[in-house]
């Protein structure tokens, strides 16, 4: 059972002394394999994925915490499905010019998330599929697939993943269709969003187009759905009661988080940003608190609630001690986000977020 004192010392002392370490070995050894990339842009874009993104690795991780028994195996998978997402986040954002059509942009980054699918493939394949057979840059020296097979090698171990499989590649599916749409060009990503959330509009008639949006862009249901598959005594309706919380309501919150403290750079590089499609920011902040509320409350019915419940409040501590916060001037509509958590958890995890910016590990 995962508990949280009020102290930050004892989540500080689980996060610098074993989550960050191991994480940071398992990067390191994903850097050595970038040694027999021949491409120098493929091997740029791993690299500045791993150096820049790292948190996201290191957030995922905290999943293991659920299960210290599978502590390893669940870190290894989490940095590995985590590392590839981030490398093709930049390998479709980062791509020079390309004199493509908007139809072959999105098979090739199709193709490209194929290798999130196939991390979630337990069973032996014959020959590794070429990713990269339709992107302008293909010799990544084995990188990809080696952090594919690290997926798989690791979920192949836990004792529940098939109670969890079809769940974690619906999920995964939804994450690749939203990589692909919302890299398309400025001028046809938008409706073509829109276009893809309409077989899904009746079942989400609470959400708007760009929150079903926002949830299907976190990995967190995967990395929970996989740590509930480590456990040997995991069942049907921990699994069913777990995917609901995450989806939309805990992956919305992480996402639009992501996108609010983002709105300067992604406005001044003319980024697709969720928030900007909201009528104003009145709506946009009173949304928020919304997931926030939904996200606590079904929290108290899902396995192991003291995590989850820990996890929505600790998504809130992180983005909203990001010094972006403070240079965008929001500190005041920051506190009254906080406040909307209601536990005084949320101010503990709050300046531990803020202790571990200042040690430059977060």
Sequence with gaps: MFYLSRSPMPLIARLVGGILPAVARELRGFKKCLQASPSPFLREQALQSMQKKRFHCQG?????????????ALISFITAFQTISDYLDNLCDRL????????????????????????????????????????????????????????????????????????????????????????????????????????????YLYLHWQEFAAAAGSTLGVFALLALASRPDAGEEEREALYHLYFPWICALHILLDYYIDQAEDRREGDLNFVFYYANREQFLQRLRFFTREALARAGSAPDAAFHRTIVQGLLAVYLSDPKIRVQGWEKEARLLLQTAGTPEIYTLYHTCRFLRRLSLL
């Design 60 to 72: 995922g991780a905290v999943y293991a915490l659920l299960n210290p028994a599978a502590g390893r």
């Design 96 to 203: 020079p010019a390309w004199a493509g059509t908007p139809e072959e942009m999105e098979a090739a980054f199709r193709s490209l998330h194929c290798a999130l699918q196939l991390a979630l493939e337990t069973e032996e394949t014959k020959t590794a599929p070429d990713y990269y057979r339709l992107y302008p840059y293909r010799q990544d020296g084995g990188y990809l697939h080696r952090l594919v097979q690290k997926c798989r090698s690791s979920a192949a171990g836990f004792p529940n993943f098939g109670l969890v499989r079809e769940k974690a590649v619906f999920l995964t599916g939804l994450y690749g269709d939203l990589q692909t749409l919302k890299h398309l060009h400025p001028r046809c990503r938008e409706k073509a969003l829109k276009k893809w959330f309409e077989p899904y509009r009746r079942q």
